[in-house]
């Protein structure tokens, strides 16, 4: 075992780890490459529940030019050194900044973070992978660009890069944000640089613009994956609307979800509700509101009465439905008539707005999310267990009301049986949702931190077994995910590893891939 | 980049992008962009709080910090390795001199 280094790359002796940190030194300079436990810190805490010695990084590297990332694979081949290629850094309780594997140097593009381009007129940015969600929000304001971004929950602290590279979700009609990317730079692993689609073609300016290129399309292979490091990522932005109207409709049943569903599917695939839409359990809204020690104590989860008293005190419904209207006030006052007549029918729903919920934290931050506005609020979750132990189950549901209810049925089950609570939500696609349940455990109690662990593995095998898979884990998941998906795609993971890496230098693990 | 000119920021991006795409066929073509200094600063510590810290600590999500006389080494400290639930946050995001200056800020506000 290394005394110099708190962790050595698998199958890496110290020596020729040495040369290689005296290698990256040469080319990044001293101060940009990190090998001390105090210098590695922030790399290694993870939310998830296995020891974070599991996933310690044996050093971090800041790069801030392609140049000095080409350089970096070309030492990285010479010895056989794995790198764990970060963003913006903030994957929590998907892996935080940490490696897949322990002893992966991370490589941290935190500081490549210029903003090449924002075109006002055909609303895309260009960008590098450190630029934050707020850096781009301010400089949009500044510049008075008239755009809006879509962002995922931790907007401030997180960056289109990284989240849409895990292909991440937001909250306005530009949600879903892989479908709005367009055009990356990728190093690969033999050093060379690749521009997808338009970009690839000397002088064209349609790089931003024409998704597609020429031949087979090549920015997914990019996302979720380990075969280059992107270096350069565009996307378009909403032009932001005359008007915009938040709202929100509460239902008093789990069983509800089942009419919620089959109401929102037909307005999602024709339009008339454009955002991505989400339904959010009680449990996911209460920790901004109340406190879980006020409702239950002692071990076990949160019993069904508890929850029904929580959500009547805190004005809440057990399911909460939140969407938007965007686009000319005509436009939303038709689309409004059309959403309140479809909700109001059966009677059980309460339609909510600014005028009447506006003070309300819940809507407030949900409103804000849903038009691209900052607000770390939703971190409230993590108070209500405490401990900062937190995973995210993200199995892909039909937007089909008998679906989804039974998703929901299934998932708290298996939590109950391991003391932990449903906070969970269904994101709306058109026509598929992601249940996104958050797994909050202490990771202070090694108690919860063995059942959190158990649980989600149960969680991952009985969905799988259902022919429910997963969109996304974390790293701790990863080839249990891999395994749900059969041999046949592993399998040509794994060739287009070989093809473009084959020294299995960039990020072996990811997505179960080496 | 704050403060750059956006017209000036376009038609050098496009000098830049246009010389890098003449360039597509050679890899070396990527050693044109080494203008990384043109990127994101802190300007100082009620930057750094406002727009990171404030989300959480400001509202009712993690623990108020300003108004306790926080030690500046116990700020540092935290910030680097998280705590519970907070992220810790790396020199990448949050620069050791702009720590420094937040840590002060912290203190004195
Ligand atoms: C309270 C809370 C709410 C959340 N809500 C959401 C939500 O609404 N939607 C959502 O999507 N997520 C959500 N998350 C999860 C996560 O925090 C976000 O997805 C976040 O955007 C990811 O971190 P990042 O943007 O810093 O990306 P990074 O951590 O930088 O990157 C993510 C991953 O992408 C890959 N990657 C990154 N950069 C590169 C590169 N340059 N080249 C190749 N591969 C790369 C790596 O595998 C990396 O681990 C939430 C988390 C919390 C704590």
Redesign the pocket.
């Known amino acids: 075992m290394s005394n110099k280094y708190i962790a050595l790359p698998k199958g890496i002796s110290e020596k020729t780890f040495d040369s290689a940190i005296a290698d990256f030194r040469s080319v990044l300079g001293d101060a940009a490459v990190f090998t001390s436990a105090q210098q590695l810190a922030p790399y290694i805490k993870t939310m998830m529940p296995v020891p974070d010695s599991d996933h310690a990084p044996s050093a971090a590297l800041m790069a801030t030019t392609v140049e000095e990332i080409q350089k970096i694979v070309g030492i990285c081949n010479r010895y056989k050194v794995p790198i ?14 940490a490696p897949a594997e322990r002893g992966q140097v991370v490589l941290d ?1 935190k500081r490549m973070n210029r903003i090449l381009e924002v075109d006002k007129d055909l609303a895309y940015a260009l960008v590098e ?1 450190g630029v934050t969600y707020k850096q781009l929000y301010d400089y949009i304001a500044e510049h008075k660009l008239g755009l809006w971004l879509s962002m ?3 907007s401030a ?7 849409t ?2 292909r ?4 306005t009609p530009y949600g879903e ?1 892989f479908l709005f990317a367009c055009g990356m730079e ?1 190093v690969l692993a033999n050093g060379e640089v690749l521009r997808t689609g338009m970009g690839s073609m000397p002088n064209s300016n349609t790089w931003q613009v024409f998704k597609w290129g020429y031949g087979p399309y090549l920015d997914g292979i ?1 996302t ?3 075969y ?4 350069k990522f565009g996307f378009w932005l909403m032009p932001a609307p005359p008007a915009f109207k938040p709202f929100v409709i509460q239902y008093e049943n789990e069983e509800d979800i089942v009419e919620i569903v089959e109401i929102i599917r037909p307005l999602r695939i024709s339009g008339v509700i454009p955002n991505a839409v989400v339904i959010a359990h009680a449990l996911y809204e209460a920790p901004v509101k109340a406190r879980r020690s006020d409702y239950v104590t002692g071990p076990g989860s949160i019993p069904d009465a508890a929850v029904r008293k929580l959500a009547k005190d805190h004005h809440l419904g057990i399911w909460n439905v939140y969407a938007a209207l965007y686009g000319t006030q005509e436009q939303i006052d038709l689309n409004w008539k059309i959403v309140t007549q479809a909700f109001g029918k059966s009677g059980k729903a309460k339609i909510l707005t600014e005028r009447e919920v506006g003070d309300d934290p819940a809507f407030k931050y949900r409103a804000a ?1 849903m038009r691209g506005d900052m607000t770390l609020q ?2 409230s ?2 108070n209500w267990r405490g401990g900062g132990g ?1 995973m ?1 189950f993200a199995p892909v549901s039909q937007a089909r009301g008998s679906e989804t209810l039974k998703q929901m049925a299934l998932t708290k089950q298996i939590l109950a049986k391991y003391g932990l609570d449903y906070s969970g939500e269904f ?1 709306v696609g058109m026509r598929d949702m992601h249940h996104i349940v ?1 797994v909050l455990y202490d990771k202070t109690d090694p108690g919860q931190v063995k059942a959190a662990y158990q649980c989600f593995d149960e969680l991952l095998t009985i969905f799988s077994a259902q022919g429910y898979g997963t969109y996304r884990v974390n790293t701790a998941f990863m080839d249990k995910v891999a395994e749900t998906y059969g041999p046949v795609q592993r399998q040509v993971h794994k060739t287009l590893k070989k093809a473009l890496d084959p020294n299995g230098i960039l ?1 072996p693990g ?1 997505s179960g891939i080496r | 980049m704050r403060k750059t000119n956006p017209v000036r920021t376009v038609t050098a991006l496009m000098l830049s992008m246009s010389v890098a795409a003449a360039m597509m066929a050679d890899i070396a073509c990527a050693a044109a962009e080494t203008n990384a200094d043109k990127g994101f600063r802190w300007r100082d510590g009620v930057e750094v709080y406002s727009k990171v810290c404030g989300y959480c600590h400001g509202g009712q999500v993690g623990p108020r910090i300003l108004g306790r006389e926080l030690p500046p080494e116990y700020i540092r400290a935290i910030v680097r390795n998280g705590s519970r639930a907070m992220p810790p946050f790396r020199p990448s995001e949050i620069d050791d001199e702009s720590l420094a200056k937040l840590a002060e800020y912290i203190q004195r506000n």
């Open positions: 764990w290629t970060i963003s913006t850094g903030k994957n929590l309780g998907y892996g935080s900044a593009l992978p995922p929950a931790p602290i997180a960056g289109p890069v990284g989240n590279l895990d991440g979700v937001g909250y944000h990728v990019f979720q994956s380990n280059g490091i992107v270096t999310l939703e971190f979750l993590y937190s995210w994101i958050d990020a990811k």
